[in-house]
């Protein structure tokens, strides 16, 4: 990342060399210069550097790891915002100011569905511990080719800002854009650069870093656009949570260049397909509506990059509100009243279980589609200790388990006291668990005879 930086100001001086010589204009790149070193002396007080400790499943034991990421500060009393995904799972939060100064944090509240999280440092009561906030910028102000700077600690080095131009101003990426656009930048975005700021050339926070892509000739990052966040953020603030109504409608936009299918029509939306049980299929939605309005308000997807901002409108309606919409199916107009269901949590629990050697984590319908077909609640092996007693027995990632022992497992809770009186007999060594495979039924004999534990 050094070497790239390096290179890329080099380049920038040999392209301002060229213009001071055919329109001898010295001042031109100082000035550039002085305009990146002034945004920097605004912003870097805002930045934090964060350490996070967090207890992980996925080995199937329960292990404490420590991440790190980026954040900035919004409000004086210490309030800063993060990506999810840095701070999830957290049992312990620290931060560390541009200036050395360093504070414990909490998390107020974070919302997967966005990679957003609210923060907060643990100040003084006194105030004798003074810390200053950054601006947010109107990101739908953007536009291809103006300048950013993404501030942070890429790779855990603190006090870090790259520069670069706006690649894309609204970016679809297909699988991580259910509720909001991306701004793409060719400022280098690296691991531990997330919950950093990208700023404008005044200082303003347009956007938070959450994901980088490089390739041999190329690198790209991506932000979530200040509109999103600032939205979000007001929630999270006021509820802890963002309860995101869920109707099970899947849209399409009306000129769809990847599936060459391009809908005679001017204004709405076109209903790709409905969930199996939703609220949508029990309104009767089907295919192939195009859906003009939603509680009166028009909407249009012309393009894919119009669709985050539909699923946000629906997403942030109240869920225990129904919603109307205005459709048109074939040449008929109609309205069609949906009763929308709450999203609840979009990541099932988890938990890890010592001799059986794995980790187990309830069903979720946003997080495991495919296992949710099988079984619409219940627990499933999440991790496999290696090696373990788990793996010893033939148990395997992804089996839903359905009984131990003959009681029936729905929630962590029933597996936790399965577990518990299973360890507790010590006559015996074995479990018997029903499990579901790939669909499919079957008895696994668990030996937990041996403890790798202690081996």
Not at 163 to 174: D, K, L, M, N, Q
Not at 336 to 345: D, E, F, L, N, Y
Not at 407 to 415: G, H, K, N, Q, S
């Amino acid at each position: 990342m050094f070497i790239k930086t390096i290179l890329t100001f080099a380049a920038a001086a040999m392209f301002a060399g060229v213009a001071f010589a055919e329109n001898a204009a010295p001042t031109a790149f100082p000035d550039f210069s002085a305009a990146i070193a002034a945004v920097g002396k605004k912003v870097q007080p805002s930045i934090l550097y964060l350490k996070c400790s967090r207890e992980d499943n996925s080995s199937g034991r329960q292990v404490t790891e420590s991440v790190s990421g980026s954040g900035f500060l919004i409000s004086e009393d210490g309030e800063f915002v993060t990506n999810w995904h840095v701070v999830d799972k957290a049992t312990s939060v620290r931060a560390l100011l541009t200036d050395g100064r360093h504070f414990d944090a909490d998390v107020i509240g974070s919302d997967k569905s966005t990679d957003i999280a609210l923060c907060k440092l643990r100040l003084p009561d006194d105030e004798s511990e003074k810390v200053a906030p950054v601006t947010f910028g109107d990101s739908s102000e953007l536009s291809e080719g103006d300048m950013v700077l993404a501030f942070g600690a890429p790779w855990g080095l603190n006090r870090t800002v790259t520069f670069g131009t706006v690649s894309c101003a609204r970016r679809y990426i297909e699988r991580n854009s259910e509720y909001s656009h991306w701004i793409q930048t060719d400022a280098d975005i690296g691991p531990g650069n997330s919950g950093g700021p990208l700023v404008n050339l005044r200082g303003e926070v347009i956007g938070v870093n959450a994901l980088g892509m490089s390739t041999r000739s190329a690198s790209f990052g991506f932000a979530i656009p200040a509109e999103t966040a600032l939205r979000i953020i007001g929630i999270l603030r006021r509820d802890g949570k963002v309860n995101w109504s869920w109707c099970g409608i899947y849209l399409q936009p009306l000129r769809d260049f990847e599936k060459n299918t391009y809908f005679p029509a001017t204004n709405g939306v076109i209903v790709a397909g409905t969930a199996p049980d939703s609220p949508a299929a029990a309104a009767g939605l089907r295919a192939f509506d195009r859906i003009t309005r939603i509680n009166a308000a028009a909407v249009t997807g012309l393009d894919e990059e119009n669709l985050p901002d539909i699923r946000r409108l629906i997403g942030l309606l109240p869920e225990t509100d129904d919603i109307a919409l205005d459709i048109v199916r074939g040449e008929e107009e109609m309205s069609i009243v949906i009763s929308p269901r709450g999203k609840g949590a979009v990541e099932g629990q988890e938990k890890s279980y010592s001799r059986w050697n794995f980790s187990a984590k309830e069903i979720n319908q946003f997080d495991n589609q495919t296992l949710y077909i099988h079984r619409k609640k219940g627990v499933f092996v999440f991790g496999i200790q290696r090696p373990g007693n788990a793996q010893r027995s033939d148990l395997s990632e992804s089996d839903i388990i359905i009984s131990v022992n003959g009681v029936e497992i729905e929630t962590l809770d029933d597996l936790s006291a399965a577990h518990a009186k299973s360890i507790a007999d010590e006559s015996k060594t074995t479990a018997s668990l029903q499990i579901m495979r790939k669909g499919r039924k079957r008895e696994i004999v668990l030996d937990f005879s041996r403890d790798y534990e202690q081996e």
